[in-house]
């Protein structure tokens, strides 16, 4: 397994729509693999592949406290059968910043896990909320898009000066 480089924001590579995986396989679980090894030392409970520079439809998700339930999806999709709720959400691309952002509580998901068997389930609460999150940037979009200009320009202006004083 190898560890990978997150992008942060505004990293133009973030906006990249993710492509369809056509076939699963030991490409994806390996890419799989890579990802919840980055994602576990982050520390962190959910990173789609767009935000390692790999532009396909793979997310992985593992909210459990003791870092064993990892879950892997392939071209995942939901359909929304909860009820709109805010939930404070931080992300791995936006490093040390956590505020409010409108998901659903309870989302219908299919997928394919990394050696092609079909995925449907139900996904509540953190769960749901996770998932919704990186598809999002599976679409190129950041949960600062759900924030108002002021507020995603402050975040951008940090982050630029902590990358400019890293480097």
């Keep these: 397994m190898a560890k990978l480089e997150i992008l942060e924001f505004p990293d133009p590579r973030l ?25 576990y030392d982050a520390p962190g409970i959910g990173l789609a592949a767009s935000q390692v520079n790999i532009h396909e439809r793979l997310i992985v998700v593992d909210i459990s406290e003791d870092q064993d339930a990892p879950l892997v999806l392939l071209n995942p999709t939901y359909e929304v059968l909860g009820e709109a709720i805010d939930y404070q959400e931080g992300c791995l691309s936006v490093p040390g910043f956590y505020e409010s952002v409108t998901r659903f509580d ?19 609460d953190l769960l749901a909320i996770c998932i919704q999150h990186e598809i999002d940037h599976l679409d190129g979009k950041l949960f600062v898009d759900y924030l108002s200009t002021l507020k995603r320009t402050r975040i951008r202006k940090k982050l630029e000066k902590s990358q400019r004083d890293k480097a």
């Excluded at 906006?15 to 994602?39: F, H, N, S, W």
């Excluded at 990394?114 to 389930?121: E, F, L, Q, Y």
């Design 15 to 39: 906006r990249t729509v993710a492509t369809p995986i056509e076939q699963a396989g030991p490409k994806y679980q390996q890419m799989a693999a890579d990802m919840l090894e980055t994602m």
């Design 106 to 124: 309870k989302i219908h998901v299919t997928a394919m896990d990394a050696s092609g068997a079909p995925i449907d389930m139900i996904a509540d």
